[in-house]
């Protein structure tokens, strides 16, 4: 197994390097090309990108402290300040997947502000159009980040999956942790009607029986008469007092163990109790067994225990014999059902920058999105904002991405 895996593991190795050294479009080796073969964009006074024609320039920036983020432009004409109320300024933002953002502006102070939010990802191709002194003026520019592009076939040999982001139902739970006993009703003592001598015994300890099964032939002191004595129950002689020859006296003579059934005992703490219904489901992962087995909460004991914990109840079938009295059982308890309009699998989450993103896919491309997330439930996280309903995003080999888009050293440049 370990062999394998190392092989898996080279392989994803290979498929990186090439998709690093010989596979990188034009966006990422724009980026990640050497500094001296850029031109490093001309920054202005209030860190903005300057946009010159002839005499006449414009610094666009983005302004992001104290308020949400928002462009703002100065003009200048011969390199001298020119009055906001005299410029005529629009901008137009065309994101991954097309969709265009259209911004306006007002004066406001020594400067035109835009009307509304520039929201992340700050990844677009800017275009800006200023009219002055009757004059058109028109620029564009990229302004990419958190971006590449990987052919599909590249990543299906790589193994970059990915979903539509959209609703789920969150399923929180807790840990508990318990072992499995009898019910209260499991185990029937045997006696004789009538004391006597036990003419048979027809079974031993461990022997499985059927309900209705002659378990002891015995001879009464009284009649002289035989009689059986039947078993009451399918189960297992868990239990055998008497043997052939002997006298009944009054005495249990045979215990029965009724094992189809088991109920798994689980601990809940005093912090969680509150939070727990009857009806509630669980999922038990049984110590030595593969599968886990799902039944739901039916009743707790009435005394806790000594250290403070009550114990839910739970049943599980043993109908093929498999389990035992006394095994070790851990559980996720549910304790609440959220149905949530937008939520992302945490397969697909990681870091960027400050934020926790995913990376939504169009086309051949993928790009960031910056999540705020809410309630977190197994593989579920719910998403509050930052993405669309009916994205494609990366829920498989995310991490790829990631290392792509890193090393493509794309920066936040506003």
Same mark, same amino acid.
């Given at each position: ?174 840990? #508990? ?8 009703? /499991?185990? =029937?003592?045997? &006696? $004789?009607?009538?004391?006597? @001598? ?94 886990? #087995? ?8 009435? /005394?806790? =225990?000594?250290? &403070? $914990?009550?114990?839910?109840? @739970? ?100």
């Amino acid at each position: 197994m370990r062999t394998l895996m190392n092989h898996r593991f080279c392989l994803l190795l290979l498929f990186q390097f090439l998709l690093g050294a010989l596979l990188l479009t034009p966006i990422t080796a724009a980026a990640s090309a050497p500094e001296e073969q850029q031109a490093e964009p001309e920054k202005g006074p209030h860190r903005g990108r300057m946009l010159r024609e002839n005499d006449f320039a414009v610094e666009l920036a983005i302004v992001e402290t104290g308020v949400p983020p928002e462009f703002r432009v100065w003009a200048t004409n011969m390199d001298q300040p020119v009055s906001p109320t005299e410029v005529d300024i629009r901008v137009e933002l065309t994101r991954l997947g097309n969709r265009v953002d259209e911004i306006a502006f007002k004066a406001e102070g020594d400067y035109l502000r835009g009307d509304r939010v520039i929201y992340e990802p700050h990844s677009f191709i800017v275009s800006l159009t200023a009219e002055y002194q009757g004059k058109t003026y028109r620029w564009e520019y990229d302004n990419l980040e958190g971006r590449t592009r990987i052919a599909d076939k590249i990543a299906d040999a790589m193994g970059i999956t990915t979903e539509i982001a959209g609703g789920t139902t969150l399923h929180q739970t807790i840990r #508990v942790y318990g072992n499995l006993v009898l019910p209260p009703d /499991a185990k =029937r003592q045997m &006696q $004789a009607r009538f004391d006597g @001598t036990i003419k048979e015994l027809h079974v031993s300890l461990g022997d499985p029986i059927r309900k209705g099964q002659t378990l002891i032939t015995i001879e009464s002191n009284e009649s002289l008469k035989t009689y059986p004595v039947l078993a009451p129950m399918a189960g297992i002689i868990s239990q055998q007092f008497a043997s052939s020859g002997e006298q009944t006296a009054g005495r249990t003579l045979l215990e029965i163990t009724r094992t189809s059934s088991l109920l798994a005992e689980l601990a809940v703490y005093p912090t969680d109790r509150s939070k727990v219904n009857i009806g509630a489901p669980v999922t038990l992962f049984l110590n030595g067994f593969d599968q886990p #087995v799902t039944s739901t909460i039916t009743g707790s004991r009435v /005394a806790l =225990r000594n250290d &403070q $914990a009550q114990l839910f109840l @739970t049943p599980i079938d043993n109908s093929n014999g498999q389990l035992s009295e006394g095994l070790f059982v851990t559980g996720d308890l549910e304790i609440a059902t959220i149905p949530v309009p937008l939520a992302v699998k945490r397969s697909g989450l990681q870091a960027f920058r400050d934020f926790t993103v995913v990376y939504a896919k169009v086309g051949e491309e993928y790009e960031v999105r910056m999540l705020e997330l809410g309630r977190e439930a197994g593989r579920w996280v719910e998403v509050l904002s930052g993405l669309r309903p009916g994205t494609e995003y990366v829920v498989g080999n995310s991490f790829i991405i990631k290392a792509d888009i890193e090393k493509s050293g794309a920066s936040h440049d506003h």
